[in-house]
C-alpha cells in the first residue's frame, strides 16, 4: 500500500464485509483448492479456446482458470499484473503460465504474498482480528499444519495485542506483511527496526518453553508430531502391515515347496515381492481416482479419520513400494533363483521337470524368450520409462536438454508416459497368467487383483 492508504486512515471499527483482506480472503479459499501442475492442462485449454490472436482478455480470466465469480477473478488478475508490472487487459499463454503457478503454489510465503497482493488494491490498510485468525489457519491448512490450525485464535490473539495496543479492533496491514513474510527493505527505516523487534517479541510469545530433559524433547516432538499426522501414520502403519503380511505370507509358502530345494531362499524372496508388487498395482489407481476420493471426503465420514487431501504423496508412496517389490522380484529371479536352477544336477532337477519341462533349461536365453520372460522384461523398461518422467527434475522441466531431448522435459512427457501402465496391466495379467511354478489358475492372485481393480 502507498503510505498514506497505511497511515492515512483515521481510527475506528473496521466493517469487515467493506475490508479488502476479506475479499483476498475469499481469493485465498479458491486458490488453496487447485491442484497445481494437475490443473494446468485443463487450464491451458481453455485458454487456446478463449484466447484471441495468443492473448487472453481480462474479462475472461475468471472462466480461463475455473472461477465462477467473474468479477472477483478481476480482482485477482489485476493483483497478479501488478506485481509483474503489466499494464494492459490481456496476457499471453507465458504470463497466464506464471499467473498460475503463483495461485497453484501451495508453499505458505506464495499463497501469503498473493493475499497482500489483492489487499494492497484498498484505501484503509487495515484488517481485523478475525481475518488475521483466518490467514492463519488457511495457511496452516494449507500446509498441513493441524497443531497450528487449532491454536490460531490464541495466535491471532497474540498477534493483536502487540499490533493493536489501543484496542482499535484493526491492525496495519503493512505491520501484518512485514512480520509475516520477513521481507522489510531498506526504505522502511525506523518501520523496520520495530517490525523485528516485533517480531522478536512475538517470537518470545510463540516459542515453547525449552525442555532440558533429552527424552521428554523427545517426547513431546513426537507427541506434536502425531498429534499432527496421526491419519496419515495409521494409513500408512496399515499399508505396511498388509505388505509385509503378504510378503511373509508367499515367502513361508514357498519355504514348503518342492522348488525350495533347488532355488533355496531366493525363490522365497522373488514370491514375495510379487505379492507385495500385485497388490500395490491394483492399490496405486485408487489414490488418483478423483471423482471416488472426493465422494468419500465430502459425502462420507471417512475424511474425519482418512487424509484424502494426502491422495499424491500416498500414490507416490505406493509406487515406491512397487519399485521395492519389483527390484526383489527382478533381482532374486536374475542373480539368484535363475542360476541355481540352470546348475541343478540332473537330481536336483528331477522334481522341477512339472514346472519347466523335461530338458533343463540350459542358459538365460531360455527364460528370456519365453512369455513369462519378455513381459517381465516389457514391464520393467515401460515403467523405469514412467517413474524416471514423473521424477520432480524432468516433469517441472527444471532439466535443460538438447534437442530433440528437452522433450522428454515437461509435463506432457510425465502425463503421455504415464498413460504407458495400460500396457503395462495388459502385460502383468499375461506374465501372471504363464507362471512357470503355479498351474491352477485359482492360486494366481493376479488374476483377482488385478481384473477387480481396473
Not at 505370507?249 to 514375495?272: H, I, L, N, P, T
Request: hydrophobic share 45%; glycine share 6%.
Amino acid at each position: 500500500l502507498a503510505s498514506v492508504n497505511r497511515r492515512g486512515a483515521g481510527p475506528g471499527r473496521v466493517d469487515k464485509s467493506k475490508s479488502a483482506a476479506a475479499h483476498a480472503l475469499k481469493g485465498l479459499k479458491f486458490i488453496s483448492r487447485t491442484d497445481g501442475s494437475a490443473g494446468w492442462p485443463a487450464v491451458e485449454k481453455r485458454f487456446d479456446d478463449l484466447a484471441e490472436n495468443g492473448l487472453l482478455h481480462r474479462s475472461k480470466f475468471g472462466k480461463c482458470i475455473g472461477m465462477k465469480e467473474l468479477a472477483f477473478a478481476g480482482e485477482l488478475f489485476d493483483a497478479l499484473a501488478r506485481r509483474r508490472n503489466i499494464t494492459g487487459d490481456s496476457i499471453s499463454k507465458a504470463e497466464l503460465l506464471e499467473f498460475w503457478d503463483q495461485i497453484s503454489d501451495t508453499s505458505f510465503d506464495s499463497r501469503l504474498q498473493t493475499f497482500f497482493d489483492m489487499v494492497d488494491k484498498d484505501a484503509d490498510g487495515r484488517i481485523t482480528e478475525e481475518e488475521v485468525k483466518e490467514i492463519i489457519t488457511l495457511s496452516a491448512a494449507a500446509n498441513n499444519l493441524k497443531k497450528v490450525s487449532e491454536q490460531s485464535e490464541e495466535y491471532a490473539r497474540l498477534i493483536m495485542e502487540e499490533l493493536d495496543p489501543n484496542n482499535l479492533g484493526y491492525i496495519e496491514l503493512y505491520n501484518l506483511e512485514m512480520l509475516l513474510l520477513q521481507a522489510p527493505s531498506q526504505s522502511m527505516g525506523i518501520g523496520t527496526t520495530n517490525s523485528r523487534n516485533l517480531s522478536q517479541m512475538l517470537s518470545q510469545h510463540l516459542r515453547p518453553t525449552a525442555e532440558p530433559n533429552p527424552l521428554r524433547r523427545w517426547y513431546r516432538r513426537a507427541s506434536y508430531f502425531l498429534e499432527d499426522n496421526w491419519r496419515r501414520c495409521w494409513v500408512i502403519l496399515l499399508w505396511l502391515s498388509i505388505c509385509v503380511g503378504l510378503f511373509t505370507w508367499k515367502f513361508m509358502q514357498y519355504r514348503e515347496r518342492a522348488v525350495f530345494k533347488v532355488m533355496g531362499y531366493c525363490v522365497c524372496v522373488a514370491k514375495g515381492g510379487a505379492e507385495t508388487l500385485k497388490f500395490n498395482m491394483a492399490l496405486i489407481l485408487l489414490p488418483v481416482c478423483r471423482n471416488t476420493i472426493t465422494w468419500f471426503r465430502n459425502r462420507t465420514a471417512a475424511g474425519r479419520f482418512v487424509p484424502f487431501d494426502d491422495n499424491i504423496n500416498f500414490h507416490k508412496v505406493i509406487a515406491a513400494g512397487i519399485s521395492v517389490g519389483a527390484g526383489l522380484h527382478i533381482i532374486s529371479h536374475l542373480t539368484c533363483d535363475f542360476p541355481r536352477l540352470l546348475h541343478a544336477t540332473e537330481e536336483e532337477y528331477e522334481p522341477m521337470k512339472r514346472f519347466f519341462g523335461d530338458d533343463q533349461p540350459p542358459n538365460y536365453w531360455w527364460f528370456v524368450k519365453g512369455t513369462e520372460g519378455w513381459t517381465g522384461l516389457v514391464m520393467l523398461v515401460l515403467m523405469a520409462i514412467a517413474f524416471t518422467l514423473a521424477m520432480p527434475w524432468f516433469r517441472r522441466g527444471r532439466l535443460s536438454l538438447p534437442k530433440p531431448l528437452n522433450r522428454l522435459t515437461g509435463f506432457n512427457a510425465f502425463w503421455y508416459s504415464h498413460h504407458l501402465f495400460v500396457i503395462v496391466y495388459a502385460l502383468l495379467i499375461v506374465h501372471g497368467h504363464f507362471l512357470y511354478l503355479t498351474k491352477k489358475w485359482q492360486k494366481k492372485s493376479v488374476r483377482v487383483n488385478q481384473p477387480i481393480h481396473l
